[in-house]
C-alpha cells in the first residue's frame, strides 16, 4: 500500500494489468502517467459546460477543475469532491486528446481503479473528432467504460455502449458486465475494446463481454477519428443525484492509457 496524496488515500496495488505487445499489433500511442503533471496530449475541460451545455448535456452537477487532476507514483487522479464552486455542489475534472490524438481502429486498454457510491458515474470513453461540425450524436461516440455508482449491484457493474445518429435520430446499443462479488474500486481492472472497420468488441480484464456489428451503413461514424476522454461526473440522468450514503472525496485512478494498432 502506497500513500500518494494529502488525503491519505490508499492505492493498493493489486489487479489486472495487460502487456505492453500483443500479435499482430503495434503500440501506436500510450501514456503511462509518469509524470508529475499532465502532458501536452491532454487538454482540461474547465466549467459546468454553460452556456452552450449545460450540465454537460446530462444535468450533471459537478464543475470540472484542473485542480482536480493530479499525478502522483505512475497514477493519474481524478477527484471528485463535495464543495461548492462557482455554483456548483460538486467539483471534479475531465482530459480529452481532442485535437490532438485521435484514432481510427485498434485495440485500446485503460487500467484504472474506479470510483464507487450513489451518484458517481467515473467513464472512459471516446467521441468522434468531428463533433464541431457533426454535432453529437452524429459525431458517434464509444463508451469504453461507464460505471453509475451505488451500492449492491451499480459499484459492481459496468457499461460499455456505442451512441450514434440513425437518420437523425439519437441510437444506441450497450451491454453490461458485473463481477461477481466486491465492486470496482476494490481493485484495478482493464477497460478494452478491440475496433474495426466492422465491428467493435468490449473487454473485461481480457475477456470478451459485448459487441456490436457496425458494418451497417448508417454506423459510418465509426469508421472515423475519435479522441479519449476521462472523466467523473457527480449525478445526472443516468445515476441520480448523491444521497447520505455517498461517501466524498471520490477518485479515479489510471494507471495507463494504450492504443495498439
Not at 496524496?5 to 500510450?30: A, F, H, K, Q, R
Not at 468522434?128 to 449491484?153: Q, R, S
Request: charged fraction near 15%; glycine fraction near 8%; charge should be negative.
Amino acid at each position: 500500500i502506497n500513500i500518494l496524496d494529502n488525503l491519505d488515500t490508499t492505492i493498493i496495488y493489486s489487479g489486472y494489468t495487460t502487456p505492453l505487445s500483443y500479435s499482430n499489433y503495434t503500440l501506436v500511442w500510450n501514456d503511462e502517467f509518469d509524470d508529475t503533471l499532465l502532458n501536452s496530449n491532454w487538454i482540461q475541460e474547465i466549467g459546468n459546460g454553460c452556456p452552450n451545455l449545460c450540465g454537460w448535456g446530462n444535468n450533471e452537477s459537478q464543475y470540472y477543475r484542473a485542480e482536480n487532476t493530479s499525478l502522483d507514483n505512475g497514477f493519474l487522479t481524478i477527484t471528485a469532491k463535495e464543495e461548492n464552486f462557482s455554483g456548483s455542489n460538486y467539483t471534479s475534472s475531465r482530459i480529452k486528446t481532442q485535437g490532438i490524438k485521435s484514432f481510427t481502429y485498434g485495440r485500446i486498454d485503460i487500467r484504472a481503479k474506479l470510483p464507487y457510491s450513489q451518484g458517481i458515474w467515473p467513464a472512459l470513453w471516446m467521441l468522434g473528432e468531428n463533433i464541431t461540425t457533426d454535432i453529437w450524436p452524429a459525431c458517434g461516440e464509444i463508451d469504453i467504460m461507464e460505471l453509475i455508482g451505488g451500492a449492491g449491484a451499480n459499484d459492481r457493474t459496468i457499461h460499455g455502449t456505442v451512441h450514434w445518429s440513425n437518420a437523425g435520430t439519437h441510437a444506441q446499443y450497450g451491454g453490461s458486465k458485473s463481477l461477481t462479488s466486491g465492486k470496482f474500486a476494490d481493485n484495478f481492472h482493464v477497460f478494452s475494446i478491440v475496433w474495426d472497420a466492422n465491428s467493435i468488441h468490449w473487454l473485461l480484464d481480457n475477456v470478451e463481454y459485448h459487441s456490436v456489428d457496425t458494418s451497417p451503413a448508417e454506423l459510418d461514424e465509426f469508421r472515423e477519428k475519435f479522441f479519449i476522454i476521462l472523466n467523473v461526473a457527480v449525478g445526472g440522468n443516468w445515476p441520480g443525484s448523491p444521497d447520505a450514503s455517498t461517501s466524498f472525496p471520490q477518485k479515479m485512478f489510471v494507471d495507463y492509457v494504450r492504443v495498439f494498432q
